[in-house]
């Protein structure tokens, strides 16, 4: 993750092109002070990719070692060898974190002291940042997480487009003027106005399938509304945030404004969800983990939760459909891309018209996908890529449903074990399970409504619209779904019939960062993020009401009552 000895990479990260900054004299001027700091003595952090005490805490704009000197290694799930080792933050390592940024937050260069304008420039200045060095982003979340290195760079502009948004954003609440509320009913000796604040130090505890996306998601939009920031990335794949926190200081965040704790769920996880000096704690994961988290910090404080959770997504593909095989494409991009491991539209309802015609072409599909070395292109591969799921423990979940769910007594009818359509080939060594479709599976089938989170495809058909609807809606979560027709009035009537909070009509796994994102029942809890709506969770909404001078109620005297 870090390389020792070159001067530079001791101020960020390996492989960020201070080339690629010649042209923005601010860049330059801060890593010449800092490289200049670094030659006249000052402390920075020597980083090693095998290093013994790795400075994998990002604290106040300092790379440092965990106090008690913990680590844990990352692995390179494609090869199944250690990738690197970080620092496993502890509590006083979190608290360090916390009490930086709640000094940065309450200080003279953030927070309510700071413009939009301000914190608007310093994430454009750190989008640009990771745009003069995506390759090397892009190859560090391909090597954390396994994902085909095309799918990487897409997902690092992405981030890009994020804190570029998001300054926008900031920059416009500048001109945001307290709202004048209309209180017919109450005394008129009275006005009230209502404003928007930064409500202060965010914990951002983020998962591993997109690791620099969904940190950018809650990031950006908590440092555009003025808060500060303490995050842990997943220690699966933390290296594109601590590569990201490296460019912080150069991108004119103060101290204490973007901190970076790496860890495990235990200790680190843990120690900051509970802790007592967050405003705010936003999750995303697992259901489970989302409750010890909801539960830590209902303890410690109570703090407010924002909680993005899981998701069990249907697609429904009715046979009016125009265009079967787009249909198909986007059945495959829904539970096949990023080897399931996102919000997959990973149970499948067609019309028993098309049916046999949607799986047969479904499963043809995924009998062509290239399962393999991440770091192939597409032009270097026989059919689309898909990589190694992120862990030996996510592979061993993922059969572990397959194998249940066959005992269940569902049929796999593409896949390892499947009849016809024997697997894709796939290495021997590394993470990878085989793209996997499942027939027969009833509404007992733990599979059916449980977040499997790989490559694995529930296929039923359905005879009528409500019987579609209904199947889609027979699930604990409600965080997506699809809906497939040629019929405009019928997308826009079964749409508004899902229970999720995100719904596709004719596509799949389209997320504008001006669109809310977020779910219902157990897959979210609090607001939403992305859009306007992801800036509206770190902001706090304050009431001022004023009164006349020479008014009172006189209920304890010594006042004349005025109008």
């Keep these: 993750m870090f390389v020792k000895n070159s001067l530079a990479s001791r101020i960020v990260p390996t492989g960020v092109s201070l080339l690629g900054w010649h042209s923005k004299v601010a860049f330059r001027q801060r890593i010449g002070a800092a490289l200049a700091a670094s030659a006249a003595g000052a402390s920075t952090p020597t980083l090693t990719t095998m290093a013994t005490t790795p400075a994998t805490l990002f604290i106040s704009n300092t790379f440092r070692e965990a106090r008690a000197g913990a680590t844990f290694e990352v692995l390179n799930p494609a090869t199944e060898t250690v990738l690197s080792v970080c620092a496993n933050g502890g509590e006083e390592d979190v608290d360090d974190a916390v009490k930086a940024a709640r000094a940065c937050f309450d200080g003279p ?57 998001y300054a926008g954003l900031a920059e416009g609440l500048d ?24 409500i202060g130090v965010v914990g951002a505890i983020t998962p591993w399938n997109y690791p620099l996306c969904t940190a950018v998601n809650k990031v950006a939009a908590a440092l555009a509304a003025g808060c500060t920031v303490v995050l842990k990335p997943s220690e699966l794949a933390p290296s594109t945030c601590l590569r990201m926190a490296g460019l912080a200081e150069a991108a004119g965040f103060p101290p204490g404004a973007l901190n970076v704790v790496t860890g495990e769920g235990f200790p680190t996880g843990d120690a900051l969800s509970r802790h007592p000096g967050l405003d705010k704690v936003s999750f995303t994961g697992s259901v489970p983990t989302g409750q010890r988290v909801m539960a830590a910090a209902a303890k410690a404080g109570p703090t407010d939760v924002h909680l993005e959770l899981g998701g069990k997504s249907a697609m429904i593909v009715f046979d009016d459909v125009e265009q079967v095989e787009a249909a198909v494409d986007w059945a495959c991009i829904g539970i096949f891309s990023n080897s399931g491991q996102r919000v997959a539209t990973s149970r499948l309802l067609v019309q028993s018209k098309i049916y046999d015609q949607v799986v047969s072409s479904v499963v043809d599909r995924a009998s062509r996908i290239s399962v393999g070395d991440p770091m192939r292109r597409g032009r270097d591969a026989p059919g689309p890529c898909m990589g190694p799921l992120v862990s030996g423990p996510q592979k061993e979940r993922v059969l572990g449903f397959v194998t249940r769910a066959v005992e269940g007594g569902a049929t796999i009818i593409s896949g390892d074990g499947a009849d016809r359509n024997a697997a894709v080939q796939k290495p021997a060594v590394g993470y990878y399970v085989s793209p996997t479709i499942l027939s027969e599976v009833s509404d007992e089938n733990e599979v059916w409504d449980s977040e499997v989170f790989g490559p694995v495809l529930c296929v039923r058909r359905f005879e009528e619209e409500s019987e579609a609807i209904e199947a889609a809606n027979r699930s ?37 960062v001006e669109a809310p994102w977020g779910g219902f029942k157990k897959s979210g809890v609090g607001g939403r993020e992305l859009g306007r709506w992801g800036l509206d969770e770190f902001l706090g909404v304050k009431a001022i009401t004023s009164c006349k001078q020479t008014f009172s109620y006189n209920s304890y005297g010594g006042a004349s009552r005025s109008t």
């Excluded at 290195?149 to 948004?165: F, P, T, V």
């Excluded at 001109?175 to 930064?198: A, C, I, K, M």
């Excluded at 604990?476 to 009537?493: I, Q, T």
């Design 109 to 165: 260069s953030w927070g309510m002291s700071s413009t939009g304008v301000q914190r608007g420039g310093c994430l454009r200045a750190l989008a640009s940042a990771i745009e003069d060095d995506k390759e090397a982003f892009a190859l560090a979340e391909t090597q954390d997480t396994g994902k085909p290195i095309e799918d990487s760079e897409g997902e690092i502009d992405e981030a890009i487009d994020y804190l570029r948004y």
């Design 175 to 198: 001109e945001e003027s307290p709202e004048q509320l209309e209180t017919p009913n109450y005394n008129q000796n009275f006005r009230t106005r209502v404003v928007r604040e930064p």
């Design 476 to 512: 604990e979560f409600g965080l997506a779904a699809s809906v497939m027709s040629s019929d405009e009035e019928r997308c826009k009537k079964v749409s508004r019939a899902l229970r999720a909070g995100v719904v596709w009509e004719n596509c799949s796994q389209c997320a504008p």
